[in-house]
């Protein structure tokens, strides 16, 4: 079934450093892509979403391009900030099911 | 509530002892999810509703587990006589409508087993 593979953590990183998580899919067709994160203590809540080749999600500062050719979704934000340590899911729709990559932990120090 | 509601927060059960995990979701949601995540890794897909209608319990990893929805808003997840494998976070989710590809689920905070 379709899958994403996802950069193995943990990150560490200093504030205003720039962030790439990697992400690359297997799918038969051209689904949604989503990233989530899971901040301490909290659910998982979704940061953005690309529905279709070239599209570009963003929110919060970060983004994600859905490349067709080279099948990825990287992940990436700029300038981090404290707030944003947390666990970042990579993940696909496998018809009403999503499918997760593992998560890559990111912590950012003052 | 605003949001999916999961309880008990944390459980702890001695091995062989079984437990009933409840999740309240977001009101008039369609759609409920149970996902198992074990640490260090993403969620794993375990059942899925239509109100009442359990649709696909295909991730239940034994008949040890069960989940049930009995009038379409609030489930519970039932483990029985429990092993250490079982020990992992327990995640609610719901939507509004049917699932589609291009949904976006809203989760709980999860209920987080501990089997000793």
């Known amino acids: 079934g379709d899958s994403v593979t996802q950069m193995e953590g943990p990150v560490t990183l200093s504030e205003e450093a720039f962030l790439t998580i990697n992400c690359t899919y297997t799918?038969?067709?051209?689904?949604?892509l989503f990233w989530y994160v899971q901040y301490p203590g909290e659910g998982l809540q979704l940061l953005l979403k690309?529905?279709?080749?070239?599209d570009k999600g963003s929110n919060k500062g970060f983004e994600a391009t859905y490349r067709k050719e080279t099948t990825s979704f990287h992940l990436e934000k700029g300038s981090v900030q404290v707030s944003d340590s947390a666990v970042y899911f990579c993940?696909?729709?496998?018809?009403?099911?999503?499918?997760f990559g593992a998560g890559t932990t990111v912590t950012v120090r003052a | 509530g605003a949001g999916v509601s999961q309880s008990p927060r944390y459980k702890v059960a001695k091995r062989g002892q079984d437990v009933a995990l409840r999740c309240d979701p977001i009101?008039?949601?369609?759609?409920l999810f149970w996902y198992q995540q074990a640490l260090g890794q993403g969620p794993e897909f375990l059942t899925y509703?239509?109100?009442?209608?359990?649709?696909?319990k295909s991730g239940l990893p034994s008949d040890r587990f069960f989940a049930e929805r009995p009038e379409g808003s609030v489930s519970t997840l039932k483990i029985q006589r429990t092993q250490q494998e079982d020990s992992a976070v327990y995640l609610c989710?719901?939507?509004?409508?049917?699932?589609?590809?291009?949904?976006?689920?809203?989760f709980g905070n999860g209920t987080r087993l501990t089997v000793t």
């Open positions: 799918a038969t067709g051209y689904p949604s």
């Open positions: 009101s008039g949601h369609v759609s």
């Open positions: 509703f239509q109100n009442e209608a359990q649709l696909d």
């Open positions: 690309a529905t279709k080749a070239d």
């Open positions: 989710a719901s939507s509004l409508g049917l699932r589609d590809r291009g949904s976006p689920l809203h």
């Open positions: 993940a696909l729709p496998n018809d009403y099911k999503l499918s």
